[in-house]
């Protein structure tokens, strides 16, 4: 597979699961700090009097992950942008030294009512951690490009990782 996949070679039942990745305190710290300076996210002793008992990674710091690590394995999708997301829930906290991974289905595709250059295409995401809870959720639907718009950039380097369904379907 080289290149762009277009809305057209998006396959309804597809799944892609990224590679493992470690969490640190300091990153989480760093990053709640700058963008979700509650407590709980950016000073270890006084999380330990919070509910959560210890430190805990901010909710928007588990869609930044989900974000890079997703990227890794869909990034070679042909995305116009998103227009939604459905659906979200942080169902368990992220905490220093847990290790995730981004996985990802395609749950439907259909044409655009509005647009000739795009179809939309709606995943259900999933951050599990190593005991595989799920960390964070959510359903999001996108614009796809369409074959005869072209590729809107220089080729993508495609996810060796990328599964398909078991009938052996794929681009």
Known sequence: MAGWRFWEDIIVGEHTQSRAFAVTA??????????????????????AQSPFGELIASGLYNCALWRILD??????????????WDNVRWAAPLRPGDVVRATSVVLS?????????????????QLLNQED??????DSTSFVRLRATGSPAPDPVPSPSRRFPADGGGA
């Open 26 to 47: 300091a990153a989480m710290t760093e990053f709640a700090v700058r963008y979700d300076p509650q407590y709980f996210h950016t000073d270890a002793m006084l999380a």
């Open 109 to 125: 595709k259909r044409p655009s009512g509005k647009r000739t250059d795009a179809g939309i295409v709606t995943l259900h995401h």
């Open 71 to 84: 990227h890794e394995e869909n990034g070679d999708i042909a995305w116009v942008c998103g227009i939604a």
């Open 133 to 138: 809870q799920v960390v964070i959720r959510f």
